[in-house]
């Protein structure tokens, strides 16, 4: 699951998306991947509202 976590302003603060983490100039571009988090539903290992999000 890709994701991008943003202030009540828009601002983001991260992303696994290289675009949007290059266009909210987040520090470390190159030192991270950018990829989909890969999430196991029912394992309640990620917040509850991810799960929704990821099953509709």
């Known amino acids: ?21 290059a266009k909210a100039k987040l520090p470390g571009l190159e030192q991270r991947p950018y990829t989909p988090m890969r999430v196991a539903v029912g394992t309640k290992r990620v917040i509850p509202v991810w799960i929704k999000a990821s099953c509709w």
């Open 1 to 21: 699951m890709h994701y991008t976590g943003s202030l009540l302003n828009g601002k983001v603060f991260d992303t696994s998306v290289k675009e949007e983490a």
